[in-house]
């Protein structure tokens, strides 16, 4: 997701006749520039340490996927990497953490606890486990309240128990609904949950 890949010269394909044989072909070349994992880390490096506006570095580092940038912290002093932070939405923020977790203690207290109310929930509790407990005292008081109740839950499970690896981050439609009021249900909770890859249809007991 968030890459474009083109491939020159053309695949040939003039020694095959079976869509099969073909489509087989076709998915051995994508995934072999799949796999060369392109690296952005020195472009989005000098884009940071550039000194244009924080608004031109933002919209230049649109053109990046979130692991792209997670892989280019490294690359950058604490200093540019917590500047980047601050001019960063928490969203993008917590996106893109959630490809790294290295750095997350040189996030300040609030901005950390926006960072982590926009997160899933299950990815919410890997981050809080990366952090020690004095800055966790700090952030349970400024965490929205569903998110506190989310990661208790999910914590109430032994590592042990598949509960400890659930997410609350999905659709629920009561089957009593018709297609145009699903529709808009699914809208209004797609606000909230945005994995909505599956959809559970429940009965009165949920």
Not at 9 to 21: I, N, R, Y
Not at 115 to 134: G, K, T, W, Y
Not at 172 to 179: D, E, R, S
Request: charged share 35%; glycine share 2%.
């Amino acid at each position: 997701s968030g890459y474009t890949v083109s491939i020159s010269p053309p695949v040939d394909f003039s020694d095959l006749s079976d869509e099969t044989a073909i489509a087989a072909r076709m998915n051995k070349v994508v995934e072999k520039e799949i796999l060369k994992e392109p690296q952005f880390t020195d472009e989005i490096v000098s884009i940071i340490r550039s000194g244009l506006p924080d608004e031109e570095i933002i919209e230049k580092l649109h053109d990046y996927h979130d692991n792209d940038i997670a892989r280019s912290l490294e690359a950058l002093t604490k200093e540019e990497r917590i500047h980047l932070y601050n001019i960063l939405e928490p969203e993008w923020v917590s996106e893109i953490f959630t490809f790294i977790e290295d750095y997350i203690q040189e996030i300040g207290i609030d901005k950390l606890a926006a960072v982590i109310n926009e997160m899933d929930s299950d990815d919410a509790v890997d981050l809080l486990e990366e952090i020690d407990e004095r800055v966790k005292e700090k952030q349970r008081p400024i965490l929205h309240e569903d998110v506190k109740a989310d990661i208790q839950l999910i914590h109430s499970y032994d590592e042990e128990e598949i509960g400890s690896l659930m997410t609350t981050n999905y659709i629920c439609i009561k089957k009593t609904l018709n297609i145009r009021q699903a529709m808009r249900e699914l809208i209004v909770q797609a606000g909230e949950n945005d994995n909505i890859s599956t959809l559970y249809v429940v009965d009165e007991n949920n």
